[in-house]
């Protein structure tokens, strides 16, 4: 039997603008608060959206700010009606939420608990029984009899959720409130998840954690601009959404990159200063710290950069470990016999993190001619996540710039592991006999 079931369900909002009307009064004299909306004047928060959560299942739902995540979640909990389609929920709900929604500021955390408890559908006796549980869980031990309106804004948050996780519902719905205090308070509310997942209590779960979603969940759907796209085993939805989330990110930094790489176009061509930096000589005198830009001479010319993946295929987004490779394509107005190719790594501050070039690597040039083709490979991008930027250049040996390219591309590295840092070296963990962990799958 299931616990939640979505049946083609659409809801329409309203776009508000300056044509509305402000009061009622001057709908009334508009004639206009029952006239049909035009389509430009709604927006569909969900669309055609179907799916069924299993009794004592954990069923998370993923996706983009704007997605209609949430608003899935206040249908099921009865705060909004659909505009067609049907929602049925089968058992008591506890919502998760708007924590403390019902809380007075001006009375104690102790009257507060009653009659939040009461609105969730406890009864006195209940709330009784399980008082001192709620306080000791959201460790509010010390200020439970001081007015609400004294709490700082993770107390009051702490207090809604450990009333609303102690109304033993039979379908707790959960809307990104793991962020309502601090690690150790985190660890408890996983911890209280687990044991209502194994008191086969249904959970509907929206977030952003997507290790969470793996980790506790039977099943996913994936909602995109209010659709469903897909619907399944966790790691399937997570992987399909993710590649949908890495294919936007490409498009918008190559957007970026082709709108940085116009805007540093000079106007005539020109040598300007002798570069600085890992791609083009000596070191800045600051860290390494470079701001992005475009200049040389264009005896020889970078006419075309691509960033390309393990399968050659052009990219902006990698993943942690992957193979990246750097294609240039230049071409020389005539015949050069001093040329050397340089490479610059840098995140996101502007710091470098690494720089080569052909010189350096005791390569000696003999002769560039016409339109030829250069190719930086990097066999295991080394790289934590985040945002890196390129220097590239091609300039005469003693640094006089040809065609230097600063900062100029932006690419993005992705992991599922969050270290810290620049650079993750290959390493490897040993441990005695005596230091034991808990399977993956165990960790909260």
Known sequence: MNAIELAHVTKIYRRYGGRHFATLKSALLQRSIVRDLQPSETFPALDDVSFAVPRGATFGVVGRNGSGKSTALKLVAGITKPTSGSVRVNGRISALIELGAGFHPEISGRENVFINGIMLGLTKREIQARFDEIVEFAELEDFIDAPVKTYSSGMYMRLGFAVAIHVNPDVLLVDEVLAVGDEGFTHKCLD???ELKRGNKTILLVTHSLNLVERFCDAAVWLEAGRRQAEGDPKRVIDAYLTRVEESEDSLLAAANARAVEAAQPPLPEAGPAPEGPAGGDAQP?????????????????????????????TLVFHSGEPMAVRLRVQA?????????GFGLFNADGVCCYGTNTWLEEMNPERLDGEAEVVFQIDSLDLVEGTYKLDLAVHKRDG???????????????????????????????????VRFKPTDERS
């Open 192 to 194: 209280k998840f687990a």
């Open 286 to 314: 600051d860290g390494h710290r470079a701001v992005e830009g475009r200049w040389g001479s264009r005896d020889v010319e970078i006419v075309d950069v691509a960033l390309l993946d393990g399968h050659r295929e052009p």
């Open 333 to 341: 107005k005539r015949p050069v016999g001093d040329f050397v190719f």
């Open 400 to 434: 006089f710039p040809y065609d230097y390219h600063r900062l100029l591309y932006t690419f993005r590295v992705k992991s599922r592991i969050r270290d810290v840092g620049i650079h993750r070296p290959k390493h490897r963990w040993s441990f005695s006999d005596g």
